[in-house]
């Protein structure tokens, strides 16, 4: 009898978490084998099934990078809020873990990680719901000693309230400076207008409110959410994700932005001292929620969502929902311009024998649905490709107009982003296509278009210009597996 209670106590007591993951873990499995492949992203990190948005707790432990991400297994559309998680060694090819954080009595809304004494500790917004209606934005921290299994701190809340309680205090992300740990929150004003709230720590834990790091101006929104700061070219650069910016012409066309202010820092006064104004960062149709990490070489790599809020997401229909872009590495111009650039290991995606051609006007050129596309011609001339499924779906143009200056993503009929263009040296647009989604980098990352787009069978690009246009093609390898084979290794799990 004693066993038999002590086996109860093991498996409903201290191992029940476990026990529930492993739930979790095998319905994601079976789940994520009914998906409809159609749209199924090859090198991008999408959710196995159901729904995921931003990019959470972007770090680097144990000799390998974290990806987590705001997840919700159970349906493809937004709800109760899970860590999903990916792992990676180059940034590129990535592997799934088991999911990270389950809601408790709290969501676990967005936040970040940090490495504390050789444990990472992910520092996130424990969102609470009542009767429907939200209550309530805390911080919380979840321990672990191996990067895959968490364990939610027993004093949590660790930051109870905003200091104006507002409702939106959300989204903290961390960093280590001298001898204090600092976070920085987004939230907003009573008389709503976004700001960014920043705190310190000597320990994570007992965290002191310091300042307001920085608040809109009238026409920047009324609640800043996904906040990160960070340096960069000798800068401080505050990135955010404002909500309510109203669009300017070509300028915040989607329902929510992100963007930067580019400025100095001083950690004496804590004093941010804004040298720009608000700047998109990427100028495409799905793009939100970035958050950023410092590479071990020095290299400052962002990764955004790949969505935008109130969207349609054609995939869901197939069991998933949303994605996360390419990593980008971040450069700052002489004109406090941030340039993103893929990574060099992108590159090592390239497959088979690259598809060279001279596209003439009205001739047609076949890719693979995850290709690579060099794409160069003559800047003095107008540029207007057609991308569109080889069996019908969805379509975009990419255009180049030399009286205006200006790069153009139209996807479907009239969904116009663009933005005007300033090559330097290195002139030529480097897309990235994939399944259901388009990267364009013009020239060393002046211009960038994240653009989700449906088509069907494969892609083709037709030259709908006048000029020829000088194409070299790679058909990219899968790097994103399947939930089913990365588990394997996380066998202790199941146990
Ligand atoms: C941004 C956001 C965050 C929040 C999370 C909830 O897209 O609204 O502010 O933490 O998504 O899923």
Same mark, same amino acid.
């Given at each position: !009898? ?28 079976? $789940? ?27 770090? /680097?432990?144990?000799?390998? %990078?974290?990806?987590? %991400? ?23 090819? +990535? ?10 009595e709290e969501q676990c809304f ?14 996130? &917004? ?13 911080? /919380? ?28 205090f959300r989204d903290p992300k ?7 740990? /600092? ?55 505050? @990135? ?9 012409? *070509? ?6 932005? &992100?963007? %930067?202010?580019?400025?100095?820092? *001083? /950690? ?60 980008? #590495? ?31 006007? *009205? ?12 794409? #160069? ?7 207007? @490709? ?10 975009? +143009?990419?255009?180049?107009? =030399? ?16 933005? $005007? ?52 093609? %790679? !058909?990219?390898?899968?790097?994103? =597996? ?14």
């Open positions: !009898a004693t066993s038999l209670l002590l086996l109860l106590v093991t498996v409903y007591g201290s191992d029940s978490l476990a026990r529930q993951n492993a739930t979790l873990e095998q319905y994601i499995m079976a $789940e994520s084998k009914k998906v409809n492949q159609r749209y199924r992203l090859q090198y991008h990190v999408a959710a196995p099934v159901g729904w995921i948005n931003d990019p959470n707790g972007f770090s /680097y432990y144990k000799e390998q %990078y974290h990806l987590f %991400y705001q997840y919700y297994p159970y349906e493809a559309k937004w709800g109760p809020m899970h860590w999903g998680h990916v792992v990676s060694k180059d940034l590129v090819t +990535w592997e799934y873990r088991p999911t990270a954080l389950v809601p408790g967005s936040g970040s990680a940090v490495e504390v004494n050789g444990s990472m500790v992910l520092m996130y &917004t424990a969102h609470v719901v009542k009767e429907g209606m939200p209550v309530n934005q805390s911080q /919380y921290l979840a321990f672990s000693d191996d990067g895959v299994n968490f364990e939610k701190f027993a004093g949590n809340p660790v930051i109870p309230a905003s200091p104006n309680n507002s409702p939106d961390a960093w280590k400076h001298g001898d204090y740990w /600092y976070v920085i929150i987004g939230s907003k004003t009573d008389d709503e207008i976004g700001t960014v709230l920043l705190y310190r720590s000597k320990n994570m834990i007992d965290w002191e409110f310091l300042t307001i790091l920085a608040q809109a101006t009238s026409d920047l929104g009324y609640m800043w959410e996904c906040p990160d700061f960070f340096e960069l070219g000798g800068k401080h650069i505050l @990135l955010m994700s404002p909500q309510g910016m109203v669009a300017q012409g *070509d300028r915040f066309k989607n329902l929510y932005q &992100t963007g %930067y202010i580019v400025g100095q820092f *001083d /950690y004496e006064t804590f004093t941010f001292t804004q040298e720009t104004a608000f700047q998109e960062l990427d100028y495409g149709h799905d793009f939100y929620a970035a958050q950023t990490i410092a590479s071990p070489d020095g290299k400052r790599v962002l990764i955004g969502w790949f969505g935008m809020w109130e969207t349609a997401f054609p995939e869901a229909k197939d069991g998933w929902a949303g994605a996360m872009t390419i990593a980008r #590495e971040l450069v700052l111009d002489s004109n406090n311009h941030i340039l993103m650039k893929p990574l060099t290991a992108q590159s090592s995606l390239r497959n088979r024998v690259s598809l060279q051609s001279n596209l003439k006007a *009205d001739q047609v050129l076949e890719l693979e649905p995850a290709s690579e596309v060099l794409i #160069e011609a003559d800047l003095t001339q107008s540029i207007n @490709l057609l991308l569109e499924g080889r069996s019908g779906g969805g379509k975009a +143009w990419l255009k180049w107009d =030399p009286s205006v200056g200006k790069v153009v993503v139209e996807r479907e009929e009239g969904d116009v982003r663009q933005v $005007e263009w300033s090559p330097g040296s290195n002139k030529a647009w480097r897309l990235f296509l994939d399944t259901s989604s388009l990267e364009l980098f013009c020239g060393d990352g002046e211009a960038v278009f994240s653009s989700r787009v449906y088509p069907l069978g494969g892609w083709k690009l037709s030259n709908l210009g006048t000029q020829a246009v000088n194409t070299t093609a %790679y !058909a990219l390898k899968r790097s994103v =597996p399947s939930y089913n084979s990365a588990m394997g290794t996380n066998l202790k799990i199941f146990n």
